[in-house]
């Protein structure tokens, strides 16, 4: 891509805190969905039901069916001080990267315990960016320790207490890996993805760990200079099959969040067809940016300034994006993770 100019203030927009979802809806598909088209630049205001209407017999639904573990451990140390772990990245069988807080007293060699003594881990190392190297030691499945000690990583702008952490789960999650929920699933529940199959539209599953970075703001003036994080993903025959299927018979490809636009993007050749694969992706999609692969996105509502939201700017039009989320303020939507969603077609 062209090096261009654009700072990170030409993604900035006003948000009421009130409009900051804190807790999921009661039913998974009733949030509202405010309808942009990409071309005209036009907005409509539904309801997530209503995303049938935009579907056709043939088009492919792409859902990244990663889970989210429940990575904040809080435990105490040798003193019984208060201490918190959240789990980053698995490195090698027990010995993770994680984010310590306090971290000061955390040295190589303290031991933290957690669960009384079910659960305990050794700081092996310190690293460049604050981050520690931990290694867990524990009687039995550490999956199943660390479900019934852990907590979900909520957002950091969400402040209530999750009454059921499944709500912070899609409900095709299969594969753990994520520090954070790929959100614009949340809204399908089992009946609604059943109906969606049955009117012939495809679902493809794709697998795409979701690290913390995607929280991590954007620190530099001109956009092009943000370095982006890097996430794992896994892309089965079955999923390469069905989509170059849809691109083939001129169906549309509807990628179910950022997380799998990522990837599909990482991935497709010239004329938007995949293959195979697994490996890691840091790509940056930002105005400018020619789609390969997606047709349209079912998204949330994306932080001020984030490279989220200069993702759907660039499928879009800054200028379109920004309108949108102008009206969908005036006409207070619930924003980001437990929010509305919002269809680019």
């Not at 955390?106 to 881990?121: E, R, Y």
């Not at 954070?180 to 012939?200: V, W």
């Not at 789609?291 to 996105?297: I, V």
Request: net charge negative; glycine share 8%; aromatic share 8%.
């Amino acid at each position: 891509m062209a090096k261009n100019n654009m700072t990170v203030s030409d993604f900035d927009y006003f948000l009421p805190e009130e409009l900051i979802a804190q807790t999921p809806l009661a039913e998974r598909p009733s949030s509202r969905l405010l309808v942009l088209d990409k071309e005209t630049g036009e907005v409509s205001h539904r309801t997530f039901r209503d995303i049938l209407d935009y579907l056709d017999e043939g088009d492919c639904l792409v859902l990244n069916d990663t889970r989210v573990l429940p990575a904040r451990l809080l435990g105490t140390n040798a003193t019984g001080a208060a201490i918190e772990f959240l789990l980053l990245t698995q490195r090698e069988g027990d010995t993770w990267e994680i984010i310590v807080r306090p971290g000061r007293k955390c040295t190589p060699g303290k031991v933290i315990t957690f669960g009384d003594g079910l659960l305990t881990g050794e700081i092996l190392e310190v690293l460049d960016n604050g981050n520690r190297i931990v290694k867990f030691s524990y009687n039995g499945i550490f999956n199943e320790i660390l479900d019934s000690l852990g907590e979900m990583p909520l957002p950091p702008y969400i402040h209530e207490k999750l009454a059921d952490r499944d709500r912070y789960q899609t409900v095709y999650a299969r594969h753990d890996g994520s520090a954070a929920a790929p959100t614009a699933g949340l809204h399908f529940n089992e009946e609604f993805l059943e109906e969606i199959a049955s009117r012939g539209i495809k679902l493809a599953f794709v697998t795409l760990h979701v690290g913390l970075g995607t929280f991590r703001p954007v620190k530099v003036e001109n956009i092009t200079d943000h370095e982006m994080h890097k996430e794992s993903y896994i892309v089965s025959e079955q999923t390469a099959k069905t989509i170059n299927e849809t691109k083939k018979s001129g169906k549309k490809v509807v990628c179910v969040g950022t997380t799998s636009t990522r990837v599909l993007e990482s991935i497709a050749d010239e004329n938007g067809y995949i293959s195979p694969c697994a490996g890691e992706t840091g790509i940056f999609i930002y105005p400018g940016y020619k789609f390969r692969c997606l047709d349209a996105l079912i998204t949330n509502f994306h932080l001020p300034k984030s490279t989220l939201i200069m993702l759907v700017s660039a499928l879009a039009g800054r200028e379109n994006v920004l309108e949108a989320y102008r009206q969908a303020v005036e006409e207070k939507y619930r924003f980001f993770s437990f929010g509305d969603a919002m269809f680019i077609k």
